[in-house]
């Protein structure tokens, strides 16, 4: 009968001090965890809604920007289109220029965001502006506005990218018209220059943090005017921006966190595209302003859940300091027991199962396979000619030997079910629960060329190898069923193979015959 073992994890102390101090730990973890969690929560929460309310903010700016860019720009195209309607019914010869110049003078007066008007003949040449005096130099035939004028039919406005005046040098963002003679030729361009402070002086009417922005821009990217204003920034793309690449793309207007391209500062851009002109405006704050109340906020909640679980902590530690020791008395009867169990239930040179163990198994397996009506084989095995290896090489090699042999029999034992066992001397066995007879003899080739394919020398065996034989046999338990009988039987099988020539399995026969099974001696 095998030994009982005593578990100490099912002592009564066990059962008071292990789990207490593991719930303690757990408790300790949880408590720490729940206070992370709130103030994760907490935190989220708190930043979200800095960041909505932020949102907001920036989506008022740029619909006030954005109402502010398409007023001045349409004012100046109404302004322009009566004037384009005078010039192209009229004319503008030598009787209506002193006409057309006063009405220029004026609307400029009337439009604080007008630099000037100014009428260009089709050659590029100055022909009426709303200064007093026409500036000298070669015209503005070099001009993107006019090229675009003359290579297109349109009548509408077009608004093209900041440029110095050749008046004054002042900064100006150009919006012109084409003017056609009365055959719809091309005969000249009306332009009006936008002033860039005009937009520089309403950026600065809001309040923004040092790290934010304003810019009015091109519809293809290109920057018409920027608040802080750089001037080596002027006409620069944007294009390859997030806001002109995927933003504008799927929504004319909204908000987003965006690494600038510019200055590499993280800001929450609001956005919006104007629907009369092609004109973007953007207004943005720097992620670190807009959460600077929300640092400071974090910051001394942390400090707080901080103490409380460094609190926590202490006590926890006191707490298991305590079980510690009893634990530690606990653990090496535990070691000590498992040490045990292995010594009563395996061998001490393979670390295979014992015949204490194997004859424990075996009443298991025969109880279930009777139960569930499912086979169960053995296969007893033993190396050929051991006494021969022993006399040859010495017994420290043949321990080596039986070392080998059991690790082979180990690895062929791959469902967690199967049990090796070292059944004594050079003999060994292995349990195969639910296994028929076909499936022993599978196992039992496995064995056979496993231990062939390790060429370990054997001088006394004809091989010059050492093999071993194996004996097999398998039945469905019924309650009656002898373990000794079954025992002998795979033996049997054992001797028969050992009689019929070694380095083979068999099965046993009643009638004296052998199954042997196909093999390749390698």
């Not at 929450?268 to 109340?293: H, N, W």
């Amino acid at each position: 009968m095998p030994i009982p073992i005593h578990d100490p994890q099912q002592a009564p102390g066990a059962l008071k001090r292990l789990p207490l101090r593991k719930a303690a730990v757990l408790f300790i973890v949880a408590v720490c965890l729940c206070l992370f969690g709130l103030l994760y929560l907490q935190l989220e929460q708190s930043r979200r809604q800095d960041l909505a309310v932020a949102k907001v903010a920036s989506s008022n700016l740029t619909r006030a920007m954005a109402q502010q860019a398409e007023d001045t720009f349409h004012s100046a195209d109404l302004v322009m289109t009566s004037l384009v309607d005078w010039i192209e019914d009229d004319g503008y010869g030598a009787t209506q220029k002193p006409r057309l110049q006063k009405t220029f003078a004026r609307r400029v007066q009337q439009m604080e965001q007008l630099h000037g008007i100014f009428f260009f003949d089709k050659q590029g040449q100055w022909i009426i502006t709303s200064f007093a005096d026409l500036p000298r130099g070669n015209g503005v035939a070099d001009r993107d506005y006019f090229k675009f004028h003359q290579q297109n039919e349109s009548t509408l406005a077009h608004i093209g990218p900041a440029i110095r005046s050749r008046e004054n040098g002042e900064w100006i963002i150009p919006i012109s018209k084409r003017v056609n003679d009365h055959a719809g030729n091309f005969q000249g361009v009306l332009m009006a220059g936008i002033k860039m402070a005009y937009f520089d002086q309403f950026f600065k009417s809001f309040s923004l943090d040092d790290n934010g922005i304003m810019f009015l821009g091109l519809t293809d990217g290109t920057l018409l005017a920027r608040r802080p204003f750089e001037e080596n920034l002027i006409g620069t793309s944007l294009a390859q921006g997030r806001i002109y690449q995927k933003l504008l793309p799927e929504a004319q207007s909204g908000t987003a966190m965006i690494r600038s391209v510019v200055d590499d500062v993280v800001r929450l851009y609001g956005y919006r595209q104007l629907g009369s002109y092609p004109l973007v405006v953007a207004a943005a704050s720097s992620r670190d302003t807009i959460l600077k109340g929300w640092y400071e906020r974090a910051f001394q909640s942390s400090v707080i859940i901080a103490l409380v679980i460094l609190g926590v902590g202490l006590f926890g530690w006191v707490f298991i300091h305590q079980v510690r020791n009893g634990e530690r008395i606990e653990k090496n009867l535990r070691r000590a027991q498992l040490a045990l169990e292995q010594i009563a239930t395996h061998d001490s040179l393979t670390g295979l199962a014992n015949r204490r163990l194997f004859e424990r198994s075996l009443e298991i397996e025969f109880a279930r396979g009777a139960r569930q009506v499912s086979p169960v084989s053995l296969i007893m095995l033993d190396i050929d000619f051991f006494k021969r290896y022993n006399d040859a090489y010495g017994h420290v090699a043949g321990d080596h030997c039986l070392m080998q042999v059991a690790q082979v029999v180990k690895t062929c034992c791959q469902r967690k079910a199967d049990l090796a066992v070292r059944y004594g001397g050079e003999e060994f066995a292995v349990l195969l629960p639910d296994t028929d007879i076909n499936g022993a003899l599978a196992i039992a080739g496995q064995i056979r060329r496993s231990v062939i394919d390790k060429h370990i020398i054997h001088s006394g065996s004809p091989t010059g190898y050492l093999t071993v034989s194996l004996g097999c046999y398998a039945f469905i338990p019924s309650g009656n069923d002898s373990l000794e009988t079954f025992i002998h039987r795979a033996d049997a099988a054992l001797y028969q193979a050992k009689n019929a020539g070694r380095n083979r399995a068999a099965v046993l026969s009643l009638d004296g015959g052998i199954t042997e099974l196909m093999r390749s001696d390698r």
